[in-house]
């Protein structure tokens, strides 16, 4: 039996997910990297990491649709750690939103999760212990405001959620969630975004990816945490609790 960690990310092809795997990788886990419609960035990515070494295994699913995942395990390799990294987000308000975008937020931002979870779960080999992790948002504020509402909900609603995961998936396996604060610029964001956001800040400063791979290191080997969230938003939800 393989004693290396298996890690599974969701949305791996880009961005932080990518980072992610080149980080693992570097570490000796084999690699189950999900994608959706970046399948160039995915396969590019996994022969990077494969002449580097690692064993690397790709997995396409679209995530809105959570009927299709009911074989999404199928043909994968045993995975001892599952990280959520794939996200919806998109600008609404109460105002405009859509029930389909509505539903369609939810689906890849809880629904999958949890069914990808449950599924986890049950292919986790015995005598292991596995990991949940859950990127998600403080950025109390700014995406999680009423400007995006239905993003908004869906991030919000996993720190009810995680400690109801936590208790579920035990002693098998721990779940916890990492909060984060805007740590890549998106292509759609407005020039000079981050320093506005960084000045909003207590800490003066937004997030970097280095941070959230030290978070996922750090909730991967700390055997007695679980059901916790995370925060990295430099003081954001804490400023927001003080009005």
Not at 117 to 134: D, R, W
Not at 165 to 177: E, I, K, S
Request: charged content about 15%; overall charge negative; hydrophobic content about 45%.
């Amino acid at each position: 039996m393989n004693t290396e960690p298996t890690t599974l990310i969701t949305g791996a092809a880009r961005r932080i997910g990518a980072e992610l795997a080149r980080h693992l990788a570097g570490q000796g886990h084999d690699l189950v990297l999900h994608y959706h419609t970046s399948k160039d960035e995915a396969e590019s990515l996994a022969a990077q990491l494969r002449n580097k070494g690692a064993a690397v295994t790709l997995v396409h699913a679209n995530l809105e649709d959570i009927d299709s995942l009911a074989n999404f395990w199928q043909g994968l390799p045993p995975c001892t750690n599952i990280i959520h990294n794939a996200s919806r987000y998109t600008r609404d308000t109460l105002a405009d939103f859509t029930v389909a975008d509505l539903r369609a937020h939810m689906a890849v931002n809880v629904e999958a999760p949890l069914v990808l979870t449950q599924g986890f779960m049950a292919q986790l080999p015995e005598g292991v212990s596995g990991n949940v992790v859950v990127l998600g948002d403080d950025a109390l504020g700014w995406s999680i405001s009423p400007e995006f509402f239905s993003y908004a909900a869906s991030k919000h609603a996993w720190v009810s959620i995680i400690e109801l995961l936590a208790a579920a998936v035990a002693p098998r396996a721990r779940a916890n969630l990492i909060a984060l604060a805007p740590a890549l610029p998106g292509v759609n964001d407005p020039q000079g975004l981050f320093a506005r956001l960084a000045e909003r800040a207590p800490m003066k400063r937004t997030g970097d990816v280095a941070e959230v791979l030290a978070a996922v290191d750090y909730l991967l080997a700390a055997v007695g945490t679980t059901g916790q969230v995370l925060h990295l938003g430099n003081g954001m939800a804490s400023a927001i609790k003080r009005g």
